[in-house]
């Protein structure tokens, strides 16, 4: 709608509001502005397909916060054990401050970088691998279960000090794969 207030449903207290920086990472004269805003991407001038065939530039929020959502699910792709928090506060640090400095109501932390993003992502490691031959698998899960219930195992996963479902959960999420 361009200026205040945010409107919903990016006032809700679990969606990320999302602004639009044109091609001087400037804030776009249509993005909505507010406290609400945690980042900015590209939203003017994108070039994109039109209904009826062809391509050309268009603009608007909805190029922007696609691009925050790629970036917080290529960053789940790289790290599976990470938490949306965790996500979030990543791309809060490595955000180009670009509007004014430090946190504003225009764009936020600032415009994404993905490249800065994925480097300070911090790796899952092997936690999951409670077998240590390199894979996470049924056999890792098997000694997970084994454990379960049991105060102070390797197998609590999620640190929670009881070895339970969200001890699974994490081993799910890093099904197949270890990056130490």
């Known amino acids: 709608n361009g200026g205040w207030p945010v409107s919903y449903p990016s006032t ?3 969606v990320v509001a999302v602004g639009a920086t044109n ?8 993005t909505n502005i507010g406290p609400e805003v945690e980042f900015s991407a590209p939203g003017s001038a994108i ?4 209904l ?3 391509y050309g530039p268009t603009s608007g929020t909805s190029f922007s916060s696609p691009q925050v959502a790629a970036l917080a699910a290529l960053m789940f792709s790289h ?9 979030k506060a990543v791309i809060r640090s490595t955000a180009d401050d670009v509007y004014t400095p ?12 993905a490249h800065q993003a994925l480097l300070a992502l911090e790796p899952c490691g092997c ?3 409670l077998d240590d031959n390199g894979l996470i698998d049924g056999m890792d899960l098997a000694i997970l279960l084994a454990a379960w219930d049991q105060p102070g195992s390797p197998a609590d996963l999620d640190g929670d000090g009881l070895v339970g479902g969200g001890d699974i959960g994490v081993l ?5 794969i270890c990056n130490p």
């Open 12 to 14: 809700l207290p679990l």
């Open 127 to 129: 936690a999951a691998d």
């Open 172 to 176: 799910l999420s890093q099904w197949g």
């Open 47 to 50: 070039h994109t397909s039109f």
């Open 23 to 30: 091609r001087f990472d400037e804030p776009a004269s249509f």
């Open 102 to 113: 430090g946190f504003d109501e225009f764009t936020g932390h600032g415009r994404i970088n």
């Open 79 to 87: 790290a599976p054990c990470s938490t949306v928090e965790s996500i």
């Open 52 to 54: 009826g065939g062809g």
